[in-house]
């Protein structure tokens, strides 16, 4: 087995950004999220977020594609989110997502940020290259 060391930062928003996570199932989205990047292989880190985006801090194994792995985990959730959770507002994801590779060292500063997402955005100390979903 290669010896590997890669840490990503993903975020990706609700279709249209609409604020449709709602607090009553956001843990349980967060949950499934992290399930379905485990089965991939993955490691998850942490999983947070607000209600029209999420963020995953994760080790993905070199031998998984990151396109693929994003697509998957979104997939997933979403079929989640439509027909385990079964909401009454359809639930979508936006198709794009952003993803930054960062080293070991800045790994507890990542967690701590996606962990407290609410408090970030509600008092204005979000971290403008991890809230990235498209380039400017």
Same mark, same amino acid.
């Given at each position: 087995?290669?010896?590997?060391?890669? %840490?990503? =930062?993903? &975020?990706? $928003? #609700?279709?249209?950004?609409?604020? @449709?996570?709602?607090?009553?199932?956001?843990?349980?989205?967060?949950?499934?999220?992290?399930?379905?990047?485990?089965?991939?292989?993955? %490691?998850? =880190?942490? &999983?947070? $977020? #607000?209600?029209?985006?999420?963020? @995953?801090?994760?080790?993905?194994?070199?031998?998984?594609?990151?396109?693929?792995?994003?697509?998957?985990?979104?997939?997933?959730?979403?079929?989640?989110?439509?027909?385990?959770?079964?909401?009454?507002?359809?639930?979508?994801?936006?198709?794009?997502?952003?993803?930054?590779?960062?080293?070991?060292?800045?790994?507890?500063?990542?967690?701590?940020?996606?962990?407290?997402?609410?408090?970030?955005?509600?008092?204005?100390?979000?971290?403008?290259?991890?809230?990235?979903?498209?380039?400017?």
């Amino acid at each position: 087995m290669p010896y590997w060391r890669l %840490f990503y =930062h993903f &975020v990706w $928003g #609700t279709k249209n950004r609409e604020p @449709l996570i709602a607090p009553e199932w956001a843990g349980a989205l967060h949950g499934a999220i992290a399930a379905k990047a485990t089965r991939l292989g993955a %490691f998850v =880190h942490a &999983v947070g $977020g #607000t209600e029209d985006h999420v963020h @995953l801090v994760v080790s993905v194994p070199p031998k998984v594609a990151l396109s693929t792995f994003i697509g998957q985990v979104k997939g997933y959730s979403s079929h989640f989110v439509n027909h385990i959770l079964n909401v009454d507002t359809p639930f979508a994801w936006q198709s794009e997502y952003g993803v930054v590779s960062f080293g070991g060292k800045a790994l507890d500063m990542v967690v701590r940020y996606v962990r407290n997402q609410g408090a970030h955005h509600a008092d204005g100390t979000t971290i403008t290259m991890l809230e990235q979903v498209v380039s400017e």
